[in-house]
């Protein structure tokens, strides 16, 4: 894990927060810095994911399936800019996660660029750039302030 930027840190806790963060419906849950299993040696930890609720059962459990995922976001740092941007959207798609949430920083502020599966081409195809708020459809409507100073 690369070391968090406050930047990071303030993302990561408006998108999971209770109030002003991602609200999934029953079923669902939003859980943060867990691992997901690709494969046997591969399980990056996305800063935050939409899981469903019947994986989270297990208290011991270090990870998440991908089949358990509806959702990943990365938040980009600059020691995982590489990873973010290219390595881990290709390692996601080919394991079936249907969406992706990449967010970058623009001088104080979070740019979220979202994406889906192509599930024809195991590849994400661009939904969407979100700059002041966020508002897409990842199975359930998300409309969100990316207001850092809320916080």
Same mark, same amino acid.
């Given at each position: 894990m690369s070391p968090q930027t406050k930047f990071h840190m303030l993302v990561v806790n408006l998108l999971t927060d209770? /109030?002003?963060?991602? *609200?999934p419906p029953a079923g669902l849950a939003v859980v943060r810095e867990m691992a997901v299993k690709l494969g046997? *040696? /591969? *399980? $990056?930890? $996305?800063?935050?994911m939409v899981v469903k609720d019947d994986a989270l059962d297990d208290l011991d459990r270090t990870y998440y399936l991908p089949e358990d995922v509806r959702l990943v976001v990365e938040v980009v740092s600059p020691d995982s800019e590489d990873r973010d941007r290219f390595t881990k959207p290709i390692k996601y798609a080919e394991a079936g996660i249907r969406f992706l949430w990449r967010v970058e920083r623009d001088g104080r502020r979070p740019v979220v660029y979202t994406y889906e599966l192509d599930p024809s081409i195991r590849a994400y195809v661009p939904t969407g750039v979100h700059h002041g708020r966020l508002r897409t459809d990842i199975g359930f409507d998300v409309d969100l302030s990316l207001d850092l100073g809320r916080l």
């Open positions: 209770s /109030q002003a963060g991602i *609200r046997l *040696r /591969q *399980r $990056p930890e $996305p800063d935050v």
